[in-house]
């Protein structure tokens, strides 16, 4: 194995791992624990490299599939910077331009909001 080919897989290893916590990243959100959100409270923001991602907000079997369907009407976000305002119940966002991100990675979010 070649000096290149053995630094390729820590890289793409990095890039990866960056890339998931510029998608994943929200202000003000703990993801690993159960956070309350207010609804209309415009504090939810998506901040990301808008070269690689986008955050796409889905109905719940785009949630599971990774995927918007042609006949949804999702809305997607693709400043980079996205302050996404979250409507009562529960709202699914994905990573929609980098499908293999969502489907192996998990680049997809859950949130329940209430009031």
């Known amino acids: 194995m070649s000096q290149q080919e053995r630094g390729r897989s820590p890289v793409a290893a990095a890039a990866t791992l ?20 207010v609804v209309g409270d415009g504090k939810n923001e998506f901040i990301y490299d808008n070269n690689v991602h986008n955050v796409v907000c ?27 305002q979250l409507v009562l119940g529960t709202n699914y966002f994905i990573n929609g331009k980098n499908n293999e991100a969502c489907k192996q990675l998990g680049m997809k979010i859950m949130v329940t909001a209430g009031n």
Do not use: Q
Not at 18 to 37: D, E, F, I
Not at 60 to 67: H, N, P, Q, R, S
């Open 18 to 37: 960056v890339a998931l916590v510029m998608v994943c990243h929200c202000r003000h959100v703990a993801h690993s624990k159960p956070t309350n959100y």
């Open 58 to 84: 889905v109905d719940k079997k785009g949630f599971e599939d990774c995927a918007a369907s042609s006949s949804d009407k999702s809305t997607v976000y693709k400043t980079g910077d996205d302050k996404i």
